[in-house]
């Protein structure tokens, strides 16, 4: 399955490379410090490529962050169980 995935966005990629390549319009770009010419196809990948990278980064980090928690939770859960086992191995005995 994780292949068939692969497969698909590597093409879907090479799709919209193909149609990227299609813009070759020159627009003018004003961002915060100047201004600039560029081409359209070229601002659209530069724009995906950021926010592919942010949104990875973001699900990235709560990824993590609940990878950890699990991890503590589990942790905790494990303690409190051989806790408990303990405890009824002292009340079958006494």
Known sequence: ???IVAVLLVSLF???LAVGAQNQIVVNFNYLLAQ?????STLLGIFFATGFGLGWLICGSMYLKV?????RLRKRLDKKTVELDKLRLDSTKG
């Open 1 to 3: 399955m994780k292949i």
């Open 14 to 16: 090479l799709i919209s």
């Open 36 to 40: 600039g010419d560029f081409q359209l």
């Open 67 to 71: 990878s950890m928690t699990q991890r």
